[in-house]
């Protein structure tokens, strides 16, 4: 894959601003609030965090997949019941950055000056399963790809990124080490956020050691939590944050979303959404003339260790083949190349699906504020979000300060 290499830092285009960010910390389904109650207080922290009043919001996106239709106006509605659109979004677990990515389109397009998206999720313990069996399933087309390469039965997320990587591991010659690694880390960095559900250290072999839950090799810790919780992000033109004193405002650069191509269906590692990330990512580096290596902070969407694993390599971060050099480099951490996942990733942090993007979001404006606190990426200029869905969509967005 080729990448577009950034030669100055000036970026030309008209940019949506985010304004306002927050989110609840999130929490084991049993523990948590009714969703409206987690969605109004990340709602009324991101008003907070922006200096503005409910009112001033001209369209809300709402993001969930567990919940009967208009779940986002009654979330909404215990803020303020001032009439305006509001627009309910299922994207499976990309689902809060599509929220993101139609209220950045909102204000582009000039229809409207202040958006909000805001994402939120009661989830039940276990594995995800399907609620409607007597009829097709979204995911049928992924099936042939799995039984071609004899990946054992399982539930669909753990068996699509179980086989995912077993192809990885094959296709490499790596073992599982580098997944129990890549689950070391992130939860390394959970440690400083008092965001994060999962907090207690562990090592590499404490990963290895614990329960297999898949194809002889994927333990418990290597994939993240059924979670519940909200996250909000409030986004404005750029006239709007200088009317409004909105001074420490990120910006969205670039932002992307790519669904499946027929080259999803060749393998394992495919069907689990590499090629919709490496055709957002390239979108996203090629509009705003920068590089991978141009990138200081990511969160990217690591629901499976394995998943993270291999969107090393579809972001341009490592070559193809590279991520076993990378991790132990350590260049997925502070004092590498890039800093992975510092809030714990869904890993550590939690995901609750339709608020995952928003609180990726969240955690990425906080680092370009210089907000984090101990997790803080010295010097962080630019941010980059991924965001993966099954069935399936991708969203890719930078930011910067």
Known sequence: MVYLVKTNRRYNMSHVIVAGVGMTKFCKPGQQEPYRVMASKAINIALSDAGLSAVQIQQAYGAYIYGDSTCAQHAFYDVIQSGIPIINVNNNCSSGSTALFLARQAVLSGEVECALAFGFEEMQPGALGSGWNDRESPFDRAVPVLEKFNAPQGPLSLQAFGAAGRHYMNQYGVDASIFAKVSAKSRSHAVNNPYSMFTKPLTWQDVMNDKVIYDGYMTRLMACPPTCGAAATIVCSEAFAKRNGISNGVKILAQAMATDTEKSWQDPIYAAGK???????????????????????????????????INYEALGLCPEGGAEEFIANGDNTYGGKYVIGPSGGLMSKGHPIGATGLAQCTE???????????RQVEGARLALQH???LGGAVVVTLYSK
Do not use: K
């Not at 390239?282 to 998943?307: G, K, M, W």
């Not at 990425?364 to 101990?374: K, N, Q, S, Y």
């Open 275 to 309: 090629g919709m990330t490496e055709m957002a990512a390239s979108q996203v580096y090629n509009s705003a003339s920068i590089s991978p290596r141009d990138i200081d902070v990511i969160e990217l969407h690591d629901c499976f260790t394995t998943n993270e694993v």
């Open 387 to 389: 965001n993966v869905g």
């Open 364 to 374: 990425l404006t906080w680092h370009l504020r210089g907000e984090a606190g101990a």
